[in-house]
């Protein structure tokens, strides 16, 4: 538990085939159900400052208590994720901590000298920023809004893996404006 941002609610793999890694957590290690989205509908996106429009593949699941996030870049937006794969990599890319009082939890954060390098919103009140790496060489950390749909569909998600059997892996995003 970390006394500045609680508990880790996510790790997020950067991949470069999404249906290939679905596939390997939920055959192999028995993870799931995926609800994948081949284009998350992020608005509001920036990095470094600027105004971009990113075109993303996520597929979410969980493990007990902590959601799994697989991503793949399908354009080359400026990102974190692209930079992550620019410098060779893929698997573990971010932690994220999830909150419901994003305002003054980023207020706190920025305070502590944690500054923004990537963020956007997806759903009404789902909001994220990534922070830059400077302060904290190695894994990135997200702060990520959970007061609305995207909290609902968090909770989905988490519902879903429960009693998984085996069954139907791979689902579909709800969407957002219906949760």
């Known amino acids: 538990m970390s006394r500045y941002f609680g508990e880790i609610r996510q790790l997020g793999y950067v991949v470069r085939d999404i249906e290939q ?5 939920s055959e192999t290690l028995g993870v799931g159900p995926w609800y994948y989205n081949p284009k998350v509908p992020i608005v509001n ?3 470094d400052g600027r105004s971009y429009e990113p075109h993303n593949s996520v597929a979410l699941a969980n493990s007990g208590f902590v959601q799994v996030e697989l991503i793949q870049v399908r354009n080359d937006v400026p ?30 954060l920025q305070a502590q000298g944690f500054k923004a390098k990537m963020g956007g919103e997806v759903g009404r009140q789902g909001r994220f920023v990534y922070f830059d790496t400077g302060l904290h060489p190695g894994t990135v950390i997200e702060l990520s809004e959970v007061a609305g749909p995207k909290g609902r569909l968090f909770d989905l998600i988490r519902d879903s893996a429960r009693d998984w059997d085996g069954k139907d892996p791979v689902r579909s995003f709800p969407d957002l404006d219906t949760l």
């Open 45 to 47: 996106y920036q990095y």
């Open 79 to 108: 990102s974190m994720y692209r930079d992550f794969l620019q410098a060779g990599h893929t698997g573990l890319q971010h932690v994220a901590y999830w909150t419901e009082d994003y305002d003054a939890d980023l207020q706190r």
């Open 21 to 25: 890694a679905m596939q390997y957590w």
